[in-house]
């Protein structure tokens, strides 16, 4: 087996490894948020960056990774900007209606793609465009169901597309410019994400829940669920940085789309949600958007491959589709629930 052909299977892991990961902890967290009670979403995300520290922590004590010591300043930068973005996203959901929420969620690809291409110097062809058009607009017609506006809540959830675009569009820069693994800026990063979120989440929390997390009643069963999300968190995290890594933010962020419209349909099979015929349309749209964007970022892969012998340097589109990304190409708990007051349904650097 080829090296490219060991990095195409590898990112098939990733990849899958990214979908199963954040499904799963969606589930158990709308079970422990909606049937438990228990809506500290802030704190619990701070407890999942804890334990993600702790056990590559161990895994770095056994010598699975080799720890790479870098630019101190981007890393606690970095790891701070993604604790705000997580607690941005969990008061945008506060102050605004679901379905802006859900607006803004969608807002965060067409964001990326403007940063990458006036500060980045990136180029995104037109049928990729089309592609991630046709995306938006099935997940949208899938989630989006009112679309209340406040003043506040708007500014919030600008900041929160803001900071979340770049915090994601950093995971892939930091990684490839310091030529770090998604593991070690993981482990470096953890503390500085986890501390902003154990100081800020009680008091987050409190403000949007008016309840207090140390004044919860901990059943046997509301800690089983907190103690098997922050397990399922470890694959969540790390999933999130190597795909970004591997990859880039905007198919990061198609992935997600795509973990949401798995979320909406094993919530109608396993948890009886209700699921209308509106439903059923945007996630065929979006599916089709997906596998669009999958198709032009493997034909543009390929085609840059090819004329990159006969030319130094040309930059494409988007060169890492879901299935086909190219070698060196280029932290949200993702759920849909309408019925709790908080929750960030965006990542799990976040998880």
Known sequence: MGEGERFQLGMVGALTLSVVSSVSIVICNKALISSLGFHFATTLTSWHLLVTFSS???????????????????????GILNGISIGL??????FNSVGFYQMTKLAIIPCTVLLETLFLGKRFSRSIQLSLVILLLGVGIATVTDLQ???????LSLLAIVTTCVAQIMTNTIQKNFKVSSTQLLYQSCPYQAGTLLISGPFLDGFLTD????????????????????????SVNFSTFLVIGKTSPVTYQVLGHLKT???LAFGYVLLHDPFSWRNIL????????????????TRESQSTTTEVSAQPFQVEGESAPLLNAENGKGGLIEAVVPKAPVWNSSKDLDA
């Open 56 to 78: 590559l922590h161990m895994a770095l004590k056994m010598k699975l990774f080799e720890h790479k010591p870098f630019d101190q300043k981007a890393v606690m930068g970095f």
């Open 89 to 94: 996203l969990n008061l945008s959901l506060g």
């Open 149 to 155: 506006l406040n003043a506040l809540g708007s500014v």
């Open 211 to 234: 309840q207090n997390v140390f004044a919860f009643k901990y059943t046997t069963q509301v800690l089983a669920f907190i103690i098997l999300s922050c397990l399922i968190s470890i």
């Open 261 to 263: 419209c798995l979320v």
């Open 282 to 297: 945007g996630i065929f749209i979006a599916l089709i958007g997906m596998v669009l964007y999958s198709y032009f970022c």
